[in-house]
């Protein structure tokens, strides 16, 4: 059983900074994906960037040129830098992991194919 612990939410300001953490523990898979989603109030779950064992990455349209997501496999430690914060960016942020692909794929993969998820970390974007 995989289990995932994210941190690095707070509140900031409209233009700011922020990177998110989410420690992996309990993965065997070889091939797997890894994906951050954010949910804000009264909205669905949406996928946000996503990265898979190949290295392979794929980003929402919102956020390209603003996030970027990264894992360090020796640490098992997916991050998310996210510069240039928008108050739309604003939401509860998940880690997921899945036995899934990223590399090839023409958009990011669906909130079905991850099975493993993380407790959530709140960010604020402040105008």
């Known amino acids: 059983q995989v289990q995932l612990v994210e941190s690095g939410g707070g509140t900031v300001q409209a233009g700011g900074s922020l990177k998110l953490s989410c420690v992996m523990s309990?993965?065997?898979?070889?091939?797997?994906?890894m994906a951050w989603f954010r949910q804000a109030p009264g909205q669905e779950r949406e996928g946000v960037a996503a990265?898979?064992?190949?290295?392979?990455?794929k980003y929402a349209d919102s956020v390209k040129g603003r996030f970027t997501i990264s894992e360090d496999n020796a640490k098992n430690i997916l991050y998310l830098q996210m510069d240039s914060l928008k108050p739309e960016d604003t939401g509860m942020y998940y880690c997921?992991?899945?036995?899934?692909?990223?590399?090839?794929?023409?958009?990011?993969?669906?909130?079905?194919?991850?099975?493993?998820w993380g407790q959530g970390t709140q960010v604020t974007v402040s105008s």
């Open positions: 309990g993965n065997t898979y070889i091939s797997y994906s």
């Open positions: 997921a992991h899945g036995a899934t692909v990223v590399t090839g794929r023409s958009s990011l993969p669906f909130e079905y194919e991850y099975n493993s």
């Open positions: 990265i898979d064992s190949d290295g392979g990455t």
